[in-house]
């Protein structure tokens, strides 16, 4: 009896040891993604473009999902189990439409047939595909990157000062013929869909774009104010994941629609940095994302069917990296510089930020003083070419080849900052004196000092039009050499301020 027992466990054992040996000389399984069932065979992929049908094991006690990873023979290619692993997430796409178990959705800019495994997949929404692109397997929790829209803001254009020539340019190409598009349309004129801000830092741009959105708003009697206009920055739209940057193009484009569609008034589109999301493609950077972004931004510009309702205005102080197709005829086709103020424009700008604040001008406190003269005479010596902000440097010569002056860098935000300066030095005069002060001239002279001082020490964003406007029509060259090294800029050791002509203290 021992012995037949004895005999029966070997069996067994060896029934065990051969079914081991099996298993481990099976060449391994390959994993793939259920794409569809049939009856007896389903289809599954595992690489773009490379679908199988396959049996599917009679012996499977479950039959596989739609979605579901399972395991393959390697020699017969029949599902025989399930993986245990996920698979790695393929590409970020957006839903374009829903047809059934179909979806159409858009991956890189190219819109793509693929099967849903997902319920109630709806257009807009983001999608994971599987590694084959041909499934939609996840939906992507895209709540964070919803455009909100936003109030327009409260931004008469009173508020730009200094900017005349850029504001009168601005009504004619923009406002006038969005407030009579038939006069415009009868010359066969289009309207236009979208204006280029470009221009050094802090001069103005992004106040102009919201004063664009808030006089569009003024002039049609529909605008409610609220939810009319988009505010994004380029780099917001930026995602690490590829797909996503597109899908957020879309998004902000369908919300701007919709919203225009709604009110039956003009909805802006601003998009400020324009040049960290619609850079030239094929431009070799990095991952040259770029190379997607800019055909979605193009595709939404075009779907612009022309009733002129969403307008789009980026701006830049990078234009020349901008690609060139989104600045095409058609497209965003207002270009518009806004410059550095001028010394005119400068005055008017000093004045504009000092109105109504409290003067003390010779001996005697002023509520309000007659500013013109004071700020005509700061202005001048912003402009005195003696106010040098920097040499400018070849290592191979010995006198610098030419110097930006503080004329070169000022700014818009700078004359802002100044002012500030110039209060907070009357204000701390007037608390610790315990009476009435007001601002005098050497408040704004030294404000404008320790204004450039502080700011030279950090690298200026100097554009094409700088280096034109100290080299003349070499510019562009001197500037690639500074981009290069060969060139560099040394802080100028000034520490006065040198007023009119030179008349120093
Ligand atoms: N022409 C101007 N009139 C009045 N204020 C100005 C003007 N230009 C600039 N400013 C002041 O400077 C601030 C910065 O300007 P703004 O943000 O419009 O510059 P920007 O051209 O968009 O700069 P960036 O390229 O750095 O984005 C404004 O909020 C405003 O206080
Ligand atoms: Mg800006």
Same mark, same amino acid.
């Given at each position: 009896? *021992?012995?037949?027992?004895?005999?029966?466990?070997?069996?067994?054992?060896?029934?065990?040891?051969?079914?081991?040996?099996?298993?481990?000389?099976?060449?391994?399984?390959?994993?793939?993604?259920?794409?569809?069932?049939?009856?007896?065979?389903?289809?599954?992929?595992?690489?773009?473009?490379?679908?199988?049908?396959?049996?599917?094991?009679?012996?499977?006690?479950?039959?596989?999902?739609?979605?579901?990873?399972?395991?393959?023979? #390697? =020699?017969?290619?029949?599902?025989?189990?399930?993986?245990?692993?996920?698979?790695?997430?393929?590409?970020?796409?957006?839903?374009?439409?829903?047809?059934?178990?179909?979806?159409?959705?858009?991956?890189?800019?190219?819109?793509?047939?693929?099967?849903?495994?997902?319920?109630?997949?709806?257009?807009?929404?983001?999608?994971?595909?599987?590694?084959?692109?041909?499934?939609?397997?996840?939906?992507?929790?895209?709540?964070?990157?919803?455009?909100?829209?936003? =109030?327009?803001?409260?931004?008469?254009?009173?508020?730009?000062?200094?900017?005349?020539?850029?504001?009168?340019? @601005?009504?004619?190409?923009?406002?006038? #013929? &969005?407030?009579? #598009?038939?006069?415009?349309?009868?010359?066969?004129?289009?309207?236009?869909?979208?204006?280029?801000?470009?221009?050094?830092?802090?001069?103005?741009?992004? $106040?102009?774009?919201?004063?664009?959105?808030?006089?569009?708003?003024?002039?049609?009697?529909?605008?409610?104010? *609220?939810?009319?206009? @988009?505010?994004?920055?380029?780099?917001?739209?930026?995602?690490?994941?590829?797909?996503?940057?597109?899908?957020?193009?879309?998004?902000?484009?369908?919300?701007?629609?919709?919203?225009?569609?709604?009110?039956?008034?003009?909805?802006?589109?601003?998009?400020?940095?324009?040049?960290?999301?619609?850079?030239?493609?094929?431009?070799?950077?990095?991952?040259?994302?770029?190379?997607?972004?800019?055909? =979605?931004?193009?595709?939404?510009?075009?779907?612009?069917?022309?009733?002129?309702?969403?307008?789009?205005?980026?701006?830049?102080?990078?234009?020349?990296?901008?690609?060139?197709?989104?600045?095409?005829?058609?497209?965003?086709?207002?270009?518009?510089?806004?410059?550095?103020?001028?010394?005119?424009?400068?005055?008017?700008?000093?004045?504009?930020?000092?109105?109504?604040?409290?003067?003390?001008?010779?001996?005697?406190?002023?509520?309000?003083?007659?500013?013109?003269?004071?700020?005509?005479?700061?202005?001048?010596?912003?402009?005195?070419?003696?106010?040098?902000?920097?040499?400018?440097?070849?290592?191979?010569?010995?006198?610098?080849?030419?110097? &930006?002056?503080?004329?070169?860098?000022?700014?818009?935000? $700078?004359?802002?900052?100044?002012?500030?300066?110039?209060?907070? &030095? *009357?204000?701390?005069?007037?608390?610790?004196?315990?009476?009435?002060?007001?601002?005098?001239? =050497?408040?704004?002279?030294? *404000?404008?000092?320790?204004?450039?001082?502080?700011?030279?020490? &950090?690298?200026?964003?100097?554009?094409?039009?700088?280096?034109?406007?100290?080299?003349?029509?070499?510019?562009?060259?001197?500037?690639?050499?500074?981009?290069?090294?060969?060139?560099?800029?040394?802080?100028?050791?000034?520490?006065?301020?040198?007023?009119?002509?030179?008349?120093?203290?």
């Amino acid at each position: 009896m *021992a012995e037949k027992n004895r005999l029966q466990e070997l069996e067994t054992e060896n029934l065990l040891l051969k079914e081991e040996l099996e298993r481990m000389s099976t060449p391994p399984f390959m994993a793939a993604t259920v794409l569809e069932i049939g009856k007896k065979t389903a289809r599954v992929a595992n690489k773009p473009g490379e679908d199988y049908e396959v049996l599917i094991d009679p012996k499977m006690k479950e039959k596989p999902t739609i979605g579901g990873r399972v395991l393959l023979n #390697p =020699q017969s290619k029949a599902i025989m189990g399930y993986s245990e692993f996920q698979a790695n997430a393929g590409d970020l796409a957006v839903v374009e439409e829903v047809k059934g178990n179909r979806a159409k959705v858009s991956i890189k800019g190219e819109s793509r047939l693929v099967i849903n495994a997902i319920q109630g997949l709806k257009s807009g929404d983001e999608v994971i595909l599987d590694p084959s692109a041909s499934l939609a397997m996840l939906k992507t929790d895209s709540k964070k990157t919803k455009y909100n829209l936003e =109030q327009i803001p409260n931004a008469p254009w009173s508020n730009v000062a200094g900017l005349e020539g850029v504001i009168a340019n @601005i009504r004619s190409e923009i406002e006038e #013929p &969005f407030a009579n #598009p038939e006069i415009f349309a009868r010359y066969g004129r289009k309207p236009v869909k979208g204006v280029l801000l470009y221009g050094p830092p802090g001069c103005g741009k992004t $106040m102009i774009a919201k004063s664009i959105a808030y006089s569009l708003s003024k002039m049609n009697p529909k605008a409610k104010g *609220a939810g009319q206009f @988009i505010n994004v920055k380029g780099p917001e739209i930026l995602e690490k994941w590829v797909g996503n940057s597109e899908g957020n193009i879309r998004r902000i484009y369908s919300s701007a629609r919709e919203a225009a569609q709604e009110t039956g008034a003009p909805v802006v589109v601003f998009i400020d940095e324009a040049e960290a999301v619609l850079k030239r493609r094929g431009s070799g950077i990095s991952t040259d994302i770029y190379d997607s972004i800019v055909p =979605q931004f193009l595709a939404e510009l075009d779907g612009i069917n022309g009733d002129g309702n969403v307008m789009t205005v980026l701006a830049t102080n990078r234009e020349d990296i901008l690609d060139s197709a989104v600045v095409r005829d058609g497209r965003v086709d207002r270009r518009i510089k806004v410059p550095r103020p001028s010394k005119e424009g400068c005055k008017k700008i000093f004045q504009l930020y000092l109105n109504g604040k409290p003067f003390l001008s010779e001996g005697i406190f002023r509520g309000k003083a007659d500013i013109d003269e004071l700020t005509a005479e700061i202005a001048e010596s912003i402009y005195d070419p003696k106010n040098v902000a920097y040499n400018v440097i070849n290592p191979r010569e010995k006198e610098p080849i030419g110097q &930006f002056g503080y004329q070169h860098l000022i700014s818009g935000a $700078m004359i802002k900052g100044i002012v500030d300066r110039a209060t907070g &030095f *009357a204000i701390r005069r007037e608390i610790d004196s315990k009476k009435k002060s007001g601002l005098v001239r =050497q408040d704004l002279e030294r *404000a404008v000092q320790e204004e450039f001082g502080d700011n030279l020490g &950090f690298t200026q964003s100097l554009v094409v039009d700088d280096w034109e406007s100290v080299f003349g029509a070499k510019g562009k060259y001197y500037q690639g050499l500074a981009d290069q090294g060969y060139l560099v800029l040394e802080r100028s050791n000034q520490d006065q301020l040198n007023k009119q002509g030179g008349k120093t203290k």
